[in-house]
């Protein structure tokens, strides 16, 4: 049975990017900080693009690959381009949008869902046996809100960002308790893996 | 040589009380959730009061409980009811407020300080060889906006509490680089010590 599970990287201070987010600054002043550990590994030989990082890095890249689908929220998709189209390996993409219709099929791969609960029914089903990859604070909040969020991988990042965005807020008083069921140390990275459990 | 320490009790999104917090309910609202792995140990014979936790978490409760002075702030020593005057083995006690005269000499452990640096100095050198146990948000935040807090001591706690008290705000756009040095898995916890670096 597939799992829906967020990931991100977050510094100490909980953030998952820098001040100034927006359109061409997708993770904020400074934030690509908080993207060090993916960019750890040697550039490749011919593009200079940075190669799968060493170690436990690289299997947590390896782990976010191997998902069968995608769900996202516009201010995740919009800053990465709509990642042109292709997240990986040609994956359904689920987009959340508060409307939907006047988008709907700009890419083949995409969907435009206004609802976290459908979103997540259909991000499941399209990703069979595999995990479904959730990307995003906005999505994650409304997930978590509405009971539809089954794992946390968070790549704890050790920096105090000190402004930006954050990735928990607006959650409410209630309490949402965890289930810790890993914890890899990387380099320069710490990964914490959680179950939801209420 | 001593170095100033933050040992805080910190919930995954960030928080280290719940909402409410004030006189007669330190924690904040269900914000003593916080502390269950520290109450984990089996009540003593004859106190009834919870004995020392077993395994990693009762490690983490020895090296606190041997700090050789400690630094916290007015919202943390006074919800505390002060511990009475001693927190643990009659070791000094500096506490950060803005107008110290009129409280100097309350009890005989404590000296007000109205300057972090001057704080952290004094308590520095009042422990010698041992640590300084630091205590409390708006105390952190003050050190580290001060360059005067060494390491960071985090309980993280795998719950999300929604609101509260944050241990990191008003810290500004300048990164703090830290440097993870241990991660200890303890019973509902896990324990996260990084050196601050910048």
Redesign the interface.
């Known amino acids: 049975m597939s799992a829906t599970v967020l990931y991100m990287s977050m510094s100490?201070?909980?953030f998952i990017a820098?001040?100034n987010q927006g359109p061409g600054n997708g993770l904020g002043?400074?934030g690509h900080?908080l993207h060090d550990w993916i960019l750890g590994g040697a550039p490749t030989e011919h593009s200079g693009v940075p190669g799968r990082p060493s170690g436990a890095n690289g299997t947590m890249m390896d782990e976010l690959m191997a998902t069968g689908a995608v769900v996202a929220g516009r201010g995740t998709f919009e800053p990465a381009g709509g990642w042109e189209g292709d997240h990986h390996d040609g994956v359904p993409i689920f987009i959340l949008s508060r409307r939907p219709e006047a988008e709907e099929a700009q890419w083949p791969l995409m969907t435009y869902v206004s609802d976290v609960e459908e979103a997540m029914a259909a991000a499941k089903e399209a990703a069979g046996e595999k995990e479904v990859l959730v990307h995003g604070a906005g999505t994650a909040q409304l997930a978590?809100a509405a009971g539809v969020l089954d794992e946390?991988q968070?790549h704890?990042v050790?920096?105090?960002?000190?402004?930006g965005r954050?990735?928990?807020e607006h959650?409410?008083?209630?309490?949402?308790?965890?289930?810790?069921t890993r914890?890899v140390?990387g380099a320069g990275v710490?990964h914490?893996r959680?179950r939801v459990l209420s």
């Open positions: 100490l201070d909980g820098g001040p002043d400074a900080r978590l946390l968070i704890l050790p920096v105090l960002l000190g402004e954050r990735l928990f959650l409410g008083a209630d309490h949402i308790e965890l289930e810790p914890i140390e710490t914490l959680y």
